[in-house]
């Protein structure tokens, strides 16, 4: 699996020893339209362990949430399935452990160069270690629309020399309320008729009229309005970012 663009990627067999891969001319920019994809491979029984390290950067809209270059991983049973995507700026802390003996690390970018990333990985022992309770849910980063996102984290002592296996890092959308806005809504109204009709005496005529006026109708990029209850969720019912709903709509897929 060779580099497109950049001399990079490959079949890499792992040992307990640290490996390091990285974006092209990393910590230098790379360049728009380099793709890189490295197999990583564990020996039988065993895992593979990935951690980024080093300055993170690959270009996204982050008002969108919407990874335009990124650093793509598969760590599933089954690769033809889209995997944990990383983009923005701040490098990813919680370490990635691959389901089988095998990962595979793609590497993208479409639209822009940047600094790019590093990581290390290593084969480790697939015993599990044992998980500590979840911390309580973060703030969530955006009051409405289902644009923001919360966090909890728990902690995992290892068992020996293996490493925990164990999800440490949940995340979710929250505050699925739709935002205020103004919405047009048409009006009927009645007044007295004008031009000849106004000689009719007593005579009123009914026109439509526009007007915009405040409501809760906006969802992020990637949302539309459902009804609450077709979600499994109840009228009232406290959102993801801890507060009720003002209505029976929520911002959803």
Known sequence: MPGYGADCGGLLELTDAWTRIASPNYPEQFREGQECSWLLVAPAKQRVQLNFFGEFEM????????????????????????????????????????????????????YRGGRGFQARARA????????????????????????????????????????????????EVCARQPCASLCARTVTEEAPCEGLLSLLKGLRCRTERTRMEPCRRMCCAGYTLRRAADEGEEEGEEDSAGGATESDEICAK
């Open 59 to 110: 270009y996204c809209k982050v008002r969108h949430s919407l990874c335009m270059d990124y650093v793509e991983i598969r760590n599933s049973t089954d690769f033809a399935n889209t995997g944990m995507r990383y983009c923005c700026n701040g490098t990813p802390e919680a370490p990635v452990l691959s389901d089988t003996r095998d990962m595979l690390v793609l590497f993208r970018s479409f």
């Open 124 to 171: 480790v022992g697939a015993a599990d270690g044992q998980p500590g309770d979840w911390s309580e849910w973060s703030a969530c980063s955006a009051s409405c629309g289902a644009c923001g996102v919360r966090r909890r984290v728990r902690e995992c002592v290892p068992r020996g020399d293996a490493v925990c296996l164990a999800e440490l890092s949940q995340t």
